[in-house]
């Protein structure tokens, strides 16, 4: 690959290889200091749908930098231009797909919205600190030209395309399939997939062209999602249970892998070096992780190699409380799984080494739906000996539980937000709208192991001069270990 061979030089504070293109050549690249320096600001989708304010969701600019007199601190708002949008996560026009390409810069955010199905571009390129709306693609050109509908996660393409899944079709109803953007104009080209087979839901996806694949998951049937969780839906086939295997070359949907009725497979993430075939995705309401492989036979597999146990509680919905496993990453040296438990309250830590038997080497509680005082008695736990004590930090006892995370490239820090999804937020947690979600950084031993929170770390996102808001995904301009994908 021209990545492999190309001679580069850095430039200074944007990780990036001037003379090849955007990004890094290697994962173990990005995580070099002189080639991914530490983060100084970090972008933050915040959202006021389901808050209760009659505000437009808007794009953070967050001071992450500990020198700067501005530490901890929203530094820019980019409000959108319409109302209920709901935005959730983002991705970038270019990344590390594109490194042997002079030509293409990471200058653009891509922000899909999960409700109004709006793509937001983002221009992040003239200035980082206070970035710009470039273009807004119109909810209509996305049903019409894809049948699509509630876009979801976005990845750049080595081609220099932008590929956004969608959790269903413009009605609401469940499909899985993928919006293609161009590029340079950023008008919707149409869909990425060919052929009438297409999975019953959608949600995020990661893809291997070493190995000629993409698997994406599914969450479940957008206009179900909508009202919050109800559990009888499980039975009733809403929520997605497959891993859906496609091939790469010719975009067809090939296989399914069934991860049970309960899974609700939500994040996924290969293994960063792009020769691995496998990688670790996040089952949600079953709280379990599994390993997919490809299997002797060239097809593929999936088995669970960690399992969270449900909590035997009094005062909730259920009487039996899982961890709800919502957002998983993988260190870019393939090293350290994590993940966090959004009703628990914990971030966990696993060394990969062995892909098959992970092991726990650092967990911390940071809110959660179990602390003591609350309206949950645990009546029966396996992993606990009591519940865990209220999480305060600054003074301010932090609503919600860990939800979206992210790490720094060189491993050592790891961001948190609280926020899933504004009608689960209000659902089960009320006081979230109400008080806003926060941003934590938690240290992180890259030697052997563990998580401990930065007590001088912290952004209130209840704080906000329009009221508190809900904060979502966390990206850096550079680059990062969810949204970089190397070819």
Known sequence: ????????????????????????????????GEMGPREEIVYVPCIYR???????DFLATVDVNPKSQHYCQV???????????????????????CFGDATKKRNRLILPSLISSRIYVVDVGTDPRAPRLFKVVNPEDVFWKCNLGYPHTSHCLGSGEIMISALGDPA??????????????????GNWENGEKVPPMGYDFWYQPRHNVLISTEWGIPKCLGYGFDPTDLKKGRYGRRLNVWDWTTRTYVQAIDVGEDAAPLEIRFLHNPEAAQGFVGCTISSAIHRFYKTERGDWAAEKVIQVPSKKVEGW?????????????????????????????????????????????????????????????????????SQPEPFFIKGKRVPGGPQMIQLSLDGKRLYVTTSLYSAWDRQFYPDLPRDG????????????????VNGSFLVDFGKEPDGPCLAHEIRYPG?????DIWV
Request: hydrophobic fraction near 35%; proline fraction near 6%.
């Open 1 to 32: 690959l021209l990545s492999n061979f190309c001679l580069f030089s850095v430039l200074p504070n944007t990780g990036q290889c001037g003379a090849c293109g955007p990004g890094f050549a290697s994962p173990l690249d990005a995580m070099k």
């Open 50 to 56: 389901n808050t209760g304010s009659k505000k437009p």
């Open 75 to 97: 530094i820019h708002r980019l409000p959108m231009p319409n109302l209920g949008d709901e935005l959730h996560h983002s991705g970038w026009n270019t990344c590390s797909s």
């Open 172 to 189: 609401g109803n469940g499909k899985g399939g993928f919006i293609l953007l161009d590029g340079e104009t950023f008008e919707v080209k």
């Open 317 to 385: 919905l259920l009487p039996e409380m899982p961890g709800f496993i919502t957002d998983i990453l993988i260190s870019l040296d393939d090293r350290f799984l994590y993940f966090s438990n959004w009703l628990h309250g914990d971030i966990r830590q696993y060394d990969i080494s062995s892909t098959r038997q992970p092991k726990l080497v650092g967990q911390v509680f940071v809110g959660g739906s179990i602390a003591k005082g609350g309206p949950v008695t645990v009546c029966g736990d396996e992993e606990l000996q």
């Open 437 to 452: 979600s926060v941003m934590l950084q938690l240290d992180v031993d890259t030697e052997r192991g563990g998580l401990t």
């Open 479 to 483: 680059g990062d270990c969810t949204s």
